[in-house]
């Protein structure tokens, strides 16, 4: 079984920056498509970008491009997710996801239990 455990959210102020670690106990880390969900209070979970399990493709949401990076290591089975200008509708429970096939919004086999960030002054 699959466990994956997010780390690093918290309060940051409009226009900061916090980076999102998770953690994978799994041997075929490096098999996997990794990505990231919000979802914010009252709203539906949404899609927030995805890494290829080889680490060389990207793709993310129009609401984050140019402002958040995922990337990830296989050696030590972390992804990361590096927010910049952050603004206050970025605040949501982060979730990290993770599936052998599954790209973008598709079906993610594999749910962190989410890391609460919250963007405020």
């Known amino acids: 079984q699959v466990q994956l455990v997010e780390s690093g959210g918290g309060l940051v102020q409009p226009g900061g920056s916090l980076r999102l670690s998770c953690a994978a106990s799994?041997?075929?880390?490096?098999?996997?498509?990794m990505g990231w969900f919000r979802q914010a209070p009252g709203k539906q979970r949404e899609f927030v970008g995805v890494?290829?399990?080889?680490?060389?493709?990207?793709s993310y949401a129009d609401s984050v491009k140019g402002r958040f990076t995922i990337s990830r290591n296989n050696a030590n089975n972390t992804m990361y997710l590096l927010m910049n200008s952050l603004k206050p509708e970025d605040t949501a429970v982060y979730y990290c996801?993770?599936?052998?096939?599954?790209?973008?919004?598709?079906?993610?086999?594999?749910w962190g239990q989410g890391t609460q960030v919250t963007v405020s002054s």
């Open positions: 996801v993770g599936d052998p096939t599954t790209w973008n919004r598709g079906r993610y086999d594999y």
């Open positions: 799994t041997r075929t880390f490096s098999r996997l498509n």
């Open positions: 890494i290829s399990w080889s680490g060389n493709t990207t």
